[in-house]
Each structure stands twice: as structure tokens, then as C-alpha cells.
């Protein structure tokens, strides 16, 4: 079977939804085991991941309003995992 362009982008699409969609999946388990609202290190690089695939496929799409949005947010989730490393760091030296 061969995919044709639009075919593998759509593939991509998807699964950058799925990937970005499972982010939300993963917060409620973890908060169900934890019994409290917490937010799994796993989640910011989930996001990380749907949000590049995300990306990919807007840029394919030329959709500029789905760019930005998805540009600011890697932004974001790449800070928390640095915020995240940091304090992983000062712990260790205390």
C-alpha cells in the first residue's frame, strides 16, 4: 500500500492529536492514582510531542492562526521540562 502526500499528513495530524489528546489521559490516571491533582513530568514532553507533530502538519496546512498557537505552546512546555530540571538539580545538592 502506498500513501500518497496528503495521506501522510493527515496520518501525521492524527496522530499529533492523539499524542496531544493522550497528554490529558495520562494527568487524570496519575491524579486518579495520586488521589490529588497533579501534573506527571510525562505530560509536558506528551505535549511536547503532539505539539511538534501538530506543528509539522499546520506548517504542511499554512495555517497561520494553528501555527502561532501551537508555536507558543511548545515554548511553553519546553520551559516547564527546564523549570522541572532545575529544581530536580537543586534537590539533588541539598
Same mark, same amino acid.
Given at each position: 500500500m502506498k500513501?500518497?502526500?496528503e495521506t501522510l499528513w493527515l496520518v501525521v495530524? =492524527? *496522530?499529533g492529536q492523539a499524542v496531544f489528546t493522550g497528554r =490529558?489521559?495520562?494527568q487524570w490516571l /496519575? +491524579?486518579? !492514582?495520586h488521589k490529588r491533582s497533579l501534573i506527571p513530568v510525562g505530560f509536558w514532553y506528551? +505535549?511536547?510531542?503532539g505539539s511538534a507533530l501538530l506543528l509539522a502538519y *499546520? !506548517? /504542511?496546512?499554512q495555517d497561520p492562526v494553528f501555527i502561532a498557537g501551537q508555536s507558543f505552546g511548545f515554548v511553553v512546555y519546553l520551559r516547564n521540562l527546564q523549570l522541572i530540571s532545575q529544581q530536580a538539580k537543586a534537590?539533588?545538592?541539598?
Open positions: 500513501l500518497d502526500n495530524g =492524527f *496522530a =490529558f489521559v495520562l /496519575y +491524579s486518579e !492514582i506528551l +505535549s511536547m510531542a *499546520a !506548517i /504542511y496546512r534537590v539533588k545538592e541539598e
